[in-house]
C-alpha cells in the first residue's frame, strides 16, 4: 500500500524500513507533524502513518478522507489524538501498537524518579567541574516509601512490580485491577492513593475522564512534599495547578516525561529558537523539577517493536489476514 509516514526522524525511517523489507508497502517519510497543512502531503496514500503529537482532528480527517485516506496506523499506544467518532463517520479505520515495550516507559519513569531523588544529573555536572561537594545533594532512601500507581495496566503493573522490588510498599487506583498484583499491590480509592503516598505516578489513559485529574482540588489531598511523575499524558495534569503547588512547597519533586502542550516543543532541537510558552519555561525554573521530551518509549526494543507491529497492522489491513490492531470510540470510556 502507498504510506505517508508523518512526524519522522531519522531513527523512525531505520526501523520502519527494516520492519517493511517483508511487506515491501511503499513508504514516503516526511519529517513535519501532521496537521491541517503538512496533510496536502498526504494526497493520494492510502494510508497515513502518525505518531503521538499528530493532529488528527475533525478537519484533518476529513482532508485525509477526500485525499483518498482509508486507513491511520498510529506509531503509538495512546489514540487521545484522533477523534475516532469522526474517523467512524468518514469509515476511515485506526489502527494502534497497543503494546510495544511496557518495560520502556516503567523503567523511564523509575529513571524519573532515581534522578530527582539521588540529583545524579547535578552530581555530574559538579564531578566534572572537580566540585566535590555534597550540598543539595540530599536524599531519601525509597525503601518503606508509599508508591502510588495510577492505572495498572500494561505499563502500570511493571512500574508496580519494580517499585515493590525496591521494597517500597504499592498502592494503586484502577477501574479494572489486576488480579496479578495480589500481594504486590495494595488497590485503594483515589482518595486514598493521593492520601497515603510519598510518590505518585500516572500511568492511566488520557480520556475525559482523567484530564486534569491533577488540579488543585488531588493536590490539596497529597502528603507535602509528594514526587509526582507523570509518563503518562500531559493532561492529566493541570500545569498551572501544579505551579501553585511547587511554589507553595506542596509538590517536593516533579518528574515529567509529557505536557500538555508538547507538540509544539517536543522531538525537535528548539536550542537556537525563543521558546514563547511562559508556562513550560516557568516549570523549567525550579530545581526540583525534572522534564524529558516524551522519551518514555524510546529504546532500541520499543522502536523495533513499533515499526513492526505498524508494518503488520498495514498488512493486516491489506490483506484481511492477521491481527488489525484497530482502535475505535468503544476505546473511549
Ligand atoms: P493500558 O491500557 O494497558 O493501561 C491503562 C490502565 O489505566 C488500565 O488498567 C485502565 O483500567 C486504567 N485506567 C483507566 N482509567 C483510569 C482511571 N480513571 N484511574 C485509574 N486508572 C485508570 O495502557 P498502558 O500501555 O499501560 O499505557 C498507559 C499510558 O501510558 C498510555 O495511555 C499512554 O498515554 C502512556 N504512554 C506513554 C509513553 C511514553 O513514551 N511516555 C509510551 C506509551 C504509553
Known amino acids: 500500500m502507498k504510506v505517508a509516514v508523518f512526524s519522522t526522524k531519522a531513527y523512525d525511517r531505520k526501523f520502519i524500513c527494516q520492519a517493511n523489507a517483508e511487506s515491501g508497502h511503499e513508504l514516503t517519510f516526511f519529517e513535519p507533524r501532521l496537521n491541517a497543512h503538512p496533510a496536502p502531503l498526504a494526497d493520494g496514500f492510502e494510508v497515513v502513518c502518525a505518531f503521538v503529537n499528530d493532529q488528527l482532528d475533525a478537519q484533518v480527517l476529513e482532508l485525509l478522507k477526500a485525499q483518498g485516506t482509508e486507513l491511520i496506523v498510529l506509531r503509538s499506544a495512546g489514540f487521545n489524538h484522533v477523534n475516532l467518532r469522526k474517523a467512524a463517520e468518514l469509515e476511515i479505520t485506526v489502527a494502534r501498537v497497543p503494546a510495544y515495550s511496557p518495560h520502556a516507559v516503567?523503567?523511564?519513569?523509575?529513571?524519573?524518579?532515581?534522578?530527582?531523588?539521588?540529583?545524579?544529573?547535578?552530581?555530574?555536572?559538579?564531578?566534572?567541574e572537580a566540585n566535590f561537594s555534597l550540598d543539595g545533594l540530599l536524599g531519601f532512601d525509597l525503601q518503606g516509601k508509599t508508591v502510588g500507581v495510577i492505572g495498572t495496566g500494561k505499563i502500570g503493573s511493571i512500574f508496580a512490580r519494580i517499585m515493590h522490588a525496591l521494597g517500597c510498599r504499592v498502592v494503586a487506583s484502577d477501574p479494572y485491577p489486576d488480579t496479578s498484583l495480589h500481594g504486590i499491590v495494595d488497590y485503594?480509592?483515589?482518595?486514598?492513593?493521593?492520601?497515603?503516598?510519598?510518590?505518585?505516578?500516572?500511568?492511566?489513559?488520557?480520556?475525559?475522564?482523567?484530564?486534569?485529574?491533577?488540579?488543585?482540588?488531588?493536590?490539596?489531598?497529597?502528603?507535602?512534599?509528594?514526587?509526582?511523575?507523570?509518563?503518562?499524558?500531559?493532561?492529566?495534569?493541570?500545569?498551572?495547578?501544579?505551579?501553585?503547588?511547587?511554589?507553595?512547597?506542596?509538590?517536593?519533586?516533579?518528574?515529567?516525561?509529557?505536557?500538555?502542550?508538547?507538540?509544539?516543543?517536543?522531538?525537535?532541537?528548539?536550542?537556537?529558537?525563543?521558546?514563547?510558552?511562559?508556562?513550560?519555561?516557568?516549570?523549567?525554573?525550579?530545581?526540583?523539577?525534572?522534564?524529558?521530551?516524551?522519551?518514555?518509549?524510546?529504546?532500541?526494543?520499543?522502536?523495533?517493536?513499533?515499526?513492526?507491529t505498524t508494518i503488520a497492522n498495514i498488512d493486516a489491513y491489506a490483506t484481511g489476514q492477521g491481527t488489525l490492531h484497530r482502535v475505535s470510540v468503544e476505546n473511549v470510556t
Open 188 to 308: 485503594l480509592s483515589l482518595d486514598e492513593v493521593y492520601r497515603v503516598s510519598d510518590i505518585i505516578s500516572l500511568h492511566c489513559p488520557l480520556i475525559p475522564a482523567t484530564e486534569h485529574m491533577i488540579d488543585e482540588a488531588a493536590l490539596e489531598k497529597m502528603k507535602p512534599g509528594i514526587m509526582l511523575i507523570n509518563t503518562g499524558r500531559g493532561r492529566l495534569v493541570d500545569t498551572r495547578a501544579v505551579i501553585g503547588g511547587l511554589k507553595s512547597r506542596k509538590i517536593g519533586y516533579l518528574g515529567l516525561d509529557v505536557y500538555e502542550e508538547e507538540g509544539d516543543l517536543f522531538f525537535d532541537d528548539l536550542s537556537q529558537e525563543i521558546i514563547t510558552d511562559d508556562v513550560f519555561m516557568r516549570l523549567l525554573t525550579f530545581p526540583n523539577v525534572l522534564i524529558t521530551s516524551h522519551q518514555g518509549f524510546f529504546t532500541e526494543e520499543a522502536l523495533r517493536a513499533i515499526a513492526d
Open 106 to 128: 516503567a523503567e523511564h519513569a523509575l529513571a524519573l524518579i532515581l534522578t530527582l531523588n539521588r540529583k545524579t544529573h547535578r552530581a555530574y555536572n559538579r564531578v566534572r
